[in-house]
């Protein structure tokens, strides 16, 4: 079990851009893999973006490819989730999660164990 907690969110005008972290304890960081999911009022939570223990690997939701980038410092066990371009549309609670399983189902928020509190990001128009 690890503990997460995210950091970043905040009020951002259409164009704009955040970028959202998420610093991990408990277990050794580069042995999972990492998901960032969001949850607008009203809807399922969503997959983001994710990426592997090696940062080999990296997974994009068709709405945040070529905007959002997902990184990750073991050094420091934190995971990033960079956001250019930001529509209204991206409002939502943002959450990162731990996968300890190496599911392959990567996009799939049954398969991740641990769960951050959650950041709030609102884009205006």
């Known amino acids: 079990q690890v503990k997460l907690v995210e950091s970043g969110g905040g009020l951002v005008q259409a164009g704009g851009s955040l970028r959202l972290s998420c610093a991990a304890s408990?277990?050794?960081?580069?042995?999972?893999?990492m998901g960032w999911f969001r949850q607008a009022p009203g809807k399922e939570r969503e997959f983001v973006a994710a990426i592997s223990g090696d940062s080999r690997a990296r997974y994009y939701a068709d709405s945040a490819k070529g905007r959002f980038t997902i990184s990750r410092d073991n050094a420091n066990n934190t995971v990033y989730l960079q956001m250019n371009s930001l529509k209204p549309e991206d409002t939502a609670e943002y959450y990162c999660?731990?996968?300890?399983?190496?599911?392959?189902?990567?996009?799939?928020?049954?398969?991740?164990?641990?769960w951050g509190q959650g950041t709030q990001v609102t884009v205006s128009s």
């Open positions: 408990g277990r050794t960081f580069s042995n999972y893999a």
């Open positions: 999660a731990a996968d300890f399983g190496g599911s392959r189902r990567y996009f799939s928020p049954s398969e991740y164990q641990d």
